[in-house]
Each structure stands twice: as C-alpha cells, then as structure tokens.
C-alpha cells in the first residue's frame, strides 16, 4: 500500500489508511471526535513532549492527542497530498486563505521583504497588502514578462536585497494566464539568500491543480493550493493545502496548531474521496477546455482567447517556460468579448447551463467577470498593466459533454449585440 512504484492515482485509493485499526472497514472513517484517549499518563506525557518538540523521543512515531494538533483523517490527507507534488510532506488547511496566511506568518517578520508576482488572487493581494504590511512587513510586485535583471534591480535598487525573506509566485496568472518562470525566482532567492537567512520560493498551484505543474521540481520550497478548487473539485468544500520538505511543514503545522486553521475531519474525509477522482476530473475538463477555446477563437464576436494552449504558441519567452514547466493546457480560460461591460454582462446574464458564479476547478463549468467580481480591488492602471479589461470573461472549464458548454456559449454570445463603429 505504501508502494512508491505506483502512480498518485493508484495510491489515492488506499495509501496511509490501515484498515486493521478501523475494524477492517475498507474506507477510512470519519473521526470526527475532538480529543483522542491516553493509554497511560505516561504515553500521554510522551505525546506532548513530541508535540513541543522536546528532545529524547528522535525516531518515535507520535500518537493522536487533540483534533487541532492530529487526526487520523487530516493526516492521511495529508500522506496522499504530498504525492501529486513528489514532496516529503503536506499539511491541511480550513481554507486556501488559511493555508496561505498561515505559511507567510511561519515565515516573515517584521523587517522582512516579500516580493509577489502580480495578478495575484484577490484574498492574497489584499492579505498581502493590509494584513502583512501591519505587522511590519514590506511587500513588492513585479509581474509575467519582466527579466530576471530587471527583478533584481527592482529588489537591489530599493534596498531591498538584504531583507528579502520570500517570493510568492502565483503561476499562470489569473485570469490572465500569463507565466512565470519558477526557476528564474528560484534563481533570484540564492542570490538574495544569506548564510543565516534562506530567500523561501512559495508557490500558489491552485490554477493548475496538483496535476499539471510541480512547483517543487521546478526549485520552489513551498507548493500552496486552495483545495476548495480542483483537489476538492465538486463546488462544495472550502479547504487548503501546503507541500515542502519536512522541516518547513513541520513549521508550518506548529504555527497552524496555534492559529487553529487545521483542516476539520468529515472535509479531510470529503477531500479524501474527491482525490480519488482527481486525474480523471482534471482531465475531462482540459479536453473540453481545449473545445471551447478553438470554439471561441473563430467566433467573430471574441477579440482574443487567453489560454495557456496558444499563450505558448504566440510569445517565444512564454513557450519556453510553457514547454519546461506545464504538462497541460489546463481547463482554465478568459476571453475578450467585442464590446465593454455591458455586452460581457449580456452574456454573463444569458448563459442557461453554465453558473455565473466565482471559484474554479469544480466538476460544472462557471463563468464570470474579473474587472468587477474576483479582481475589483485592484487599481485601474493595474488592471490595464495586466490587460484585465471590462471587455474580459472568465471560464472555469467543467467535465460536462463539451458539446453542451459550446452550445450555451454560442446561444448567450448570439444574444450580445456588436455596435459597429462608423469612422466620423
Ligand atoms: C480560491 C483561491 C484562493 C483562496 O482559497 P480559499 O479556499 O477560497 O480560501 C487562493 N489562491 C487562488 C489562486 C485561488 O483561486
């Protein structure tokens, strides 16, 4: 069962579960119960001496105390997790917020830089922004396209360099889908990174799932997922995820024990049974994706497709980052519709099978409108840097018959009317 020559896919069906410990029931069961029982006073004090990492138990497996600190079903997540990514280890979260918040507070203090990559999602640039910069923290941007060079002399000119505690990568970008390369940061946090201070690379892998870019493989130290989207996958969980190496997770859950932004039983077990499915759902929904794109790219009334499959056809940079660091076009998609606001929302308003609706990565396809819904709160001239326009829709792409989803689209894109512009 513990098998490493098998696929993730193979090992999601049983990997970390004992059924001899859990009366021989094929599934893990559902622990939900807050505390766990002691076998003696002496194991209890054994526990407890692990769990703060108090020296002489080197070697020993912990036992279960407190659903806060360990539960069965949040740790046997937690193995099957860490193997999508090839990590050592993986640690369970409330939410994809709680899982990024919970890294970023283990990591920086005040004094400490961040550099992020920009657009990032909107809960983490206002994170960013108004919770970290609270505590002391310094943040700076930089964005898809610029330079190695030019990232470095954004970092050494503003006295940055020798603060430089992490960057944070959210690749490709929502909803643009533009790349970063992950081992040009990689690159940046040696250079920056001192004998006492080591520049962490943390990465948001949300868009692309567990499936189709391994941040780790790539140099990263952190891979951070908002389990909500393609791990749960179904539309009706909020969860989260990190995977590094043991040292950071182990980190990581002792800030988390504290903070109390663990995962909870019955989702680590709803979790458990989406993963099972995982490969299959992700890619039924990068075959319909790719429909719809070549669908939408011929329709006269769509100005431009952002999809990762002709994003690396277009840009020779961007192709080769494609090349080295993406398995799969992906599911996620936007589209410039001919017009503004207006003729977005007439076709937001007359879709009759897919959702307006935000989120991403679920089984059914949603759609809806950055410039005024997930990205609002970014200023204007950033909006426009990143060409996240009133005229932009985005599509999170679903396993329905693919067919279908054309046939809505085209039936609500009918509905939007074109004024042509006469020359004056
Ligand atoms: C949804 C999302 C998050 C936040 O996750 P929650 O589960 O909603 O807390 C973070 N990053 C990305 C890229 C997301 O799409």
Known sequence: MTNSRFAPETQMLGYGYKPELSEGAV??????????????????????????????????????????INNPDMEILEERLKLWDGGEAAAA??????????????????????????????????????????????????????????????????EYGRRLKMIYVETPANPTNDLI????????????????????????????GPLWQHPLKHGADIVLYSATKYIGGHSDVIAGAAVANKEIIGKIKKTRTFFGTMIDPHTSWLLMRSLETLKLRMEAAAANAEK???????????????????????????REVFKRQYLSNGAMLSF?????????????????????AVSLGGTESLAEHPATMTHVDIP???????????????LSI?????????????????KVEIKIMLPV
Not at 199 to 208: G, I, S
Not at 336 to 356: S, V, Y
Not at 383 to 392: A, V
């Open 336 to 356: 410039d519709i001919a017009g503004g606001e207006q003729e977005a929302f007439t076709f937001l308003n007359n879709l009759k099978h897919i959702k307006l």
């Open 27 to 68: 599934k893990c069961p559902i622990f939900q119960t807050s505390t766990f029982v002691f076998n003696s006073a002496e194991e209890g004090k054994a526990f407890f001496e692990m769990a703060y990492g108090k020296p002489g138990h080197e070697g020993e497996e912990m036992g279960l105390i407190y659903s806060r």
């Open 292 to 318: 719809v794109a070549a669908y939408l790219a011929k329709h006269p009334k769509v100005e431009k497709v952002y999809y990762l499959g002709y994003t690396a056809k277009n840009n020779p940079e961007q």
């Open 380 to 394: 204007d001239d950033e909006k426009e840097l990143y060409h996240i326009g009133q005229k932009m829709i985005r």
């Open 93 to 158: 979260f409330s939410s994809g917020m709680s899982a990024i918040a919970t890294t970023l507070l283990t990591f920086l203090s005040p004094g400490d830089v961040l550099l992020y990559s920009n657009p990032v999602y909107g809960g983490t640039h206002k994170f960013i922004h108004h919770i970290l910069t609270h505590f002391g923290i310094e943040v700076v941007g930089f964005h898809a396209g610029q330079t190695q060079k030019e990232v470095e002399e954004l970092l050494v000119k503003n």
């Open 398 to 414: 679903g396993v329905e018959n693919y067919k279908d989803l054309i046939w809505d689209i085209e039936q609500a894109l009918e």
């Open 181 to 208: 390369d992950i081992e040009m940061c990689s690159a940046i946090a040696g250079k920056f990174s001192g004998d006492d201070r080591k520049v962490l690379v943390a990465v948001d892998n949300t868009y692309m």
